[in-house]
């Protein structure tokens, strides 16, 4: 006869004191920080080559305008206008378009089951996505902004002003161009939206607005890229107001974090479908 020993019986009293173990911990979460960086070092070396062809197109695209303008604007405010227009419709294109037509595509190929599985913040995601795709901005705006200075006579002394200019509102139309992309029930409509958000800002940026009406004007108001046109223009004159510049770059950062924070939204809505 085999005898139990009595811990293991399961009315004994040393079974009922025997002590339990504690389940084990998960992994942290990853912070928001690490997780951007991360992310956004992956959307730039995946899109560095397919993204290079397109960016010199939306530079061609900016170059054209200025030259075309050229035989209609002599000078002055006007000038100034157009060449700003013309240096942030390079980001629009990217920030707009392209990003409207990635998150679209994203959505529609399951790809955003990817990233729900990894412990990484949705606003990681969004942030570096838009970070990756506003880098490719940089030397397209910069050679449009000189190419237009040296086309109209305009004076390349505040040309440091883009170093602000080109983050904040590629915040205020990246975050716009991923809620499309992300809210669009199919890839055709993100599109869609993308390019019309970016042909907005380029009858609404780069024409200049003492010649249009009096609507669209206030249509002109409501995009957020044209704070960041505003911003330029102003440094091009001898003696320029900063504190209307950074009024609008303030509007600008301000509606980039409401717009981004629309597109964290979408990507969460998007995410658990």
Do not use: K
């Not at 009315?11 to 009922?16: E, L, N, Q, W």
């Amino acid at each position: 006869m085999s005898v139990v020993p009595a811990e293991v019986l399961p009315g004994s009293a040393r079974a009922v004191a025997r002590p339990v173990r504690a389940a084990a911990e998960l992994a942290p979460r990853a912070r928001l920080w690490p997780s951007l960086v991360a992310v956004y070092r992956a959307q730039l070396s995946r899109a560095r080559v397919a993204r290079i062809p397109l960016l010199f197109v939306a530079t061609f695209q900016s170059v054209g305008i200025l030259i075309m303008m050229r035989g209609v604007v002599d000078g002055g405010r006007e000038a100034e206008a157009v060449v700003a227009g013309s240096a942030v419709l390079v980001v629009a294109f990217v920030a707009l378009n392209l990003l409207a037509q990635y998150f679209g595509q994203l959505r529609a190929s399951g790809g955003l089951d990817h990233y729900a599985t990894l412990p990484v913040p949705p606003a990681a995601v969004v942030l570096g996505a838009a970070g990756a795709y506003a880098s490719f901005t940089v030397p397209g705006t910069l050679v449009t902004a000189v190419f237009g200075c040296v086309l109209f006579g305009l004076p390349l002394t505040h040309l440091w002003v883009l170093a602000a200019v080109i983050p904040l509102a590629g915040a205020a139309l990246s975050g716009l161009g991923a809620a499309f992309g992300l809210l669009a029930p199919r890839p055709e409509l993100a599109t869609v939206l993308g390019q019309l958000g970016m042909s907005a800002a380029l009858l609404l940026g780069v024409l200049p607005p003492d010649r249009m009406p009096e609507a669209v004007r206030f249509s002109r108001d409501l995009l957020p890229s044209t704070y960041g046109v505003e911003a330029f223009a102003r440094t091009f004159g001898p003696n320029p107001d900063w504190a209307y510049v950074l009024g609008d770059l303030a509007v600008c950062a301000g509606v980039g974090v409401v717009s981004l924070a629309v597109a964290t939204w979408a990507y969460r809505r998007a995410a658990v479908r």
